[in-house]
């Protein structure tokens, strides 16, 4: 069954530090694996997306890495920031005939605090 | 920069009413989708949409849903008879064709529906 599963589901950091979060996944045949942002009451807004081929991907001060051999993803936040407080969704498709089947994760909480 | 648009942002109707919710995509794009999202829990897929047909529906999209492309611009989700258990936010994207092996999807920022 295609799943994907996220960890912690919900996380407190002090504006400035670090923090990174993790996706497990078991879908096939993988595609693509995206990570959004989803500010409350917000649609979600894409940060990254990578192919098979690709172990990592930043913009700006974040970065993702896949690992298509264990099937994990993580999403590194460096010097977080009080405007990062939002969900964070990792998202996973599976190549089907013609299209892509998309498959959500739970999702993590992340709040940063001053 | 392109963006996908949903109206209303919010509505509220009695149970048993009949719902529209509207969205323009991405005017290039072609494959076009709902999500719906309950509050405090997890994005769900309703049903994809390409070629004026519906190509995927989760078991959510039951016969009391339906979607609609009826001019070049506008993709709409329709409820026929509300039940309390609707209300959440549902969210249209769309993605463009050319890119369908990284299927980036484009949100909308949202319809909100409460159904009292």
């Known amino acids: 069954k295609n799943q994907v599963e996220q960890s912690p589901q919900s996380l407190i950091i002090l504006e400035g530090k670090n923090c990174t979060l993790q996706c497990n996944y078991t879908v096939s045949p993988f595609s693509n694996l995206r990570w959004y942002k989803q500010d409350t009451g917000r649609g979600p807004v894409s940060l990254t997306i990578?192919?098979?081929?690709?172990n990592t991907k930043s913009n700006g001060r974040y970065t993702a890495t896949l690992d298509a051999d264990t099937k994990q993803s993580s999403l590194h936040i460096t010097a977080s920031q009080l405007s990062d407080s939002a969900s964070y969704i990792c998202?996973?498709?599976?190549?089907?005939?013609?299209?892509?089947?998309?498959?959500f994760g739970p999702g993590t909480s992340l709040s940063v605090i001053p | 920069e392109p963006e996908v648009t949903q109206t209303p942002s919010h509505q509220v109707t009695q149970m048993g009413q009949e719902v529209i919710l509207r969205c323009v995509p991405i005017s290039n794009h072609l494959y076009f989708y709902w999500y719906r999202q309950i509050l405090g829990q997890k994005v769900e897929f309703l049903v994809s949409f390409y070629n004026n047909e519906i190509s995927e529906k989760s078991e959510i999209f039951d016969d009391q849903f339906s979607v609609e492309r009826p001019d070049g611009s506008n993709f709409t989700l329709k409820i026929r008879s509300t039940k309390l258990e609707d209300s959440a936010m549902y969210f249209c994207?769309?993605?463009?064709?050319?890119?369908?092996?990284?299927?980036?999807?484009?949100f909308g920022e949202g319809s909100r529906l409460t159904v009292l």
């Open positions: 994207a769309s993605s463009d064709p050319s890119e369908t092996t990284t299927g980036e999807l484009f």
């Open positions: 998202v996973v498709s599976a190549r089907e005939t013609s299209y892509d089947k998309v498959i």
């Open positions: 990578m192919t098979f081929s690709e």
